[in-house]
């Protein structure tokens, strides 16, 4: 019996390690491996690609530039509309040797596109050049030379300039005062005198945004400025501590977050500029709030801030605490005296626009231009300016429009962004329309089955349009704004080369989501060497929104992210946009509002068992998933709550504990904190830390530990609770990485990879692999 029983455990032990052995030996992971990924990252697949236009930018009406590469390097187009043929902005050669003895360094004229991010043709034919962030006049007759351009003296500390309309000024920020500064002589104006520390004008350091920009906005005449004096003298602070050698180097900062009581409010004045006069707006200090993003400035500017043409009045929106309410208002800006013009009140947060603010100001009609989603879709509507009735909806059904581009007032012409209007069409797919603001005849303008992304020229009479899709690269050409017509064809993308350095393209997938009706749309990456009579472990990558998806954008792209280098090294790698995520219907945005630790996950599982069940080369047995900031997050919630069916998870710099987290983002999505008569919190099931105890698979967490967006605290929260159940996991605490990593992320990269193929592949990789990085 006892020969028997041992026999028997011999036999169970053979056969447990001949199953690891299988594992093991799935594939032997080495350099060449490594290497093979490697080829796959965006630095080494993009200058294969030749002939897609990048960096399209109008210089007036009539011409735009671009840059067209190909295997014999980049160049900077200019096309001229009328004749429709492009030709070189300038002589690159010239340029080149003249931007190399002006800033003594050297220029490749073959890649000037990595050396000029922008430039204009001055009156005198000059071009002003923007190069490694400075400014050069250039004369490019004779030989060619270049000079620094005057610019004036800037005190250490100053903001950085925002310049006027009419270009004569800037202002900027001093010592927590606006000031002005000529731009032809440098002369400086002081034009607020009481602003003071926490309590100043025009100030961008709220929460995750702390920087020296100024937040104004200048009247069409230049001659006034909408700004603010933000006070933040009771909102509280967050402090990171930097590693060095000495003392340690001490960031502190004012960061409201979740359930503060004194957070940071707005004042919201008018400055006469020539008079150095303020006008304080009649009203209570406002939120710091806006009809989009989770800052007051979204875009670049103050965009929910517009003025009338003569400057008499400022319409602005502003926004409740928890983003549910949004009143349209108007500012007499030579009394200060403000009307409420209407409001719109929602169940759980209120937008203006999908990733834009799409309300406009309209007082030459007396009309205001509206965006809301009270249809379960996102559509225009106009209303009455003196009565704050509505007049009528502009657009309407079952599809979105995402971003207002331009409107003619004098046609009552609109040009839109739009979404999912396109039958048997991929609804993330982005398509130019125009409509009339009376009739509501909506007008395709951008036909192609794909995704297109656009530039509209000044007058807007035409448009460059690039479209594509995951397979098919870009093609570019200039349209007519009123019919879509091609005007001309500018380039078409050639992926050959591409192709023979062994590139593959993503596949499109469609699954159904948690509720097994709602369709969800994602892309699933092979390796290049796949062979379906295999196995492969999946790895998830995943960002759950609300705000964006883990998609990104739908169009061609030579790599996203390293999801195909990680599927080279033996996995099959899988991006879904769950439920929760936008340009979607309402409803499915709002899927799990105040239920953040959702974070699509329902949606995950269920799109890999269907991909699973449809395709046997993937293993469920070995899934593992992946994610940064509110990813990282979602990693970690997948690990404690899905312990079952996640085996792996890298999760990094997760805002794991949003009562951690700055206050604007958490409270649109969770809601405002509410402490119930038991202690209990609308925010403790949010918590990963409350979980960590369920966690049974391989963990490794990342942070930075000056990441000044999600605070570092945020992941030692759950590193003590798997400390205190008693939990194997890794961690890498990067000393002064911010939340992207910066000179650490292809170091993160190569432990990434390290960590699947070690744990969920079950092979070693191979020891200190250095990915490099992209050569300048």
Known sequence: ??????????????????????????????????????????????????????????????????????????????????????????????????????????????????????????????????????????????KGVCQPAKKAAVKEGDGPGVRSPDKAHEAFIRNWNLWLREVATGKETQ?????????????????????????????????????????????????????????????????????????????????????????????????HRSTQCDDVSCFGGWEDVQWAADGKTLAFASTSRDHQETWLRIADTATGVVRDVFDEKVKTWFESGINAINWRYLPESNEVLWWSQRSNWGHLYLYDLTTGKLKHAVTKGDWNVAEVLRLDEKTRTLWFIGTGREARRDPYYQHLYKVGLDNGEVTLLSPEDAAHTVKLSPDGRYFVDTYSTTTMPPVSVLRDAEDGKVAAEIARADITRLKAAGWVAPESITVKGRDGKTDLYGLMFKPSHFDPNKKYPIINYIYPGPQVGSVGRRGFAPARGDHQALAELGFIVVAIDGMGTPYRSKAFHDAWFADIADNTLPDQVAGMKELAKRHAFIDLDRVGIWGHSGGGNATATAMFRYPDFFKVGISESGNHENRNYEDDWAEKWQGLLVTNKDGTTNYDDQANQRFADKLQGHLFLIHGMMDDNVPPSMTLLVVDALMKANKDFDLLMLPNARHGYGADSYYVMRRRWDYFVRHLLGAEPPAQYRIKPPAN
């Open 1 to 142: 019996m006892g020969s028997m029983l041992n026999k028997t455990r011999l036999l169970g032990a053979v056969v447990g390690l001949l199953s690891l052995s299988a594992v093991a030996q799935t594939r032997t992971v080495g350099m060449e491996d490594y290497a093979r990924a490697e080829r796959f990252l965006g630095q080494n697949t993009s200058p294969l690609v030749d002939h897609a236009v990048q960096g399209v930018r109008w210089l007036d009406d009539g011409h735009f530039v671009y840059v067209d590469s190909d295997v014999n390097g980049a160049r900077i187009l200019r096309m001229d509309v009328a004749s429709g043929k492009a030709a070189p902005a300038f002589d690159h050669a010239k340029l080149a040797k003249a931007l190399a003895k002006a800033t003594g360094k050297p220029v490749d004229a073959k890649k000037l596109d990595k050396a000029v991010t922008g430039f204009e043709v001055q009156a005198d034919g000059r071009f002003d050049i923007v190069a490694r962030g400075e400014h050069y006049l250039c004369d490019l007759g004779g």
């Open 191 to 287: 034009l607020t005198t009481d602003g003071v520390k926490d309590y100043g004008y025009a100030t961008n350091n709220a929460g995750w945004v702390h920087d020296d920009s100024a937040i104004l906005v200048w009247s069409p005449d230049s001659k006034q400025i909408a700004t603010f004096q933000q006070d933040q003298r009771k909102t509280g602070e967050m402090t990171l501590v930097g590693t060095n050698v000495g003392h340690p180097k001490v960031e502190t900062w004012k960061y409201p977050l979740v359930g503060d009581k004194d957070i940071t409010m707005i004042e919201r004045v008018v400055i006469d500029v020539p008079a150095r006069k303020v006008v304080r707006f009649k009203m209570p200090p406002d939120q």
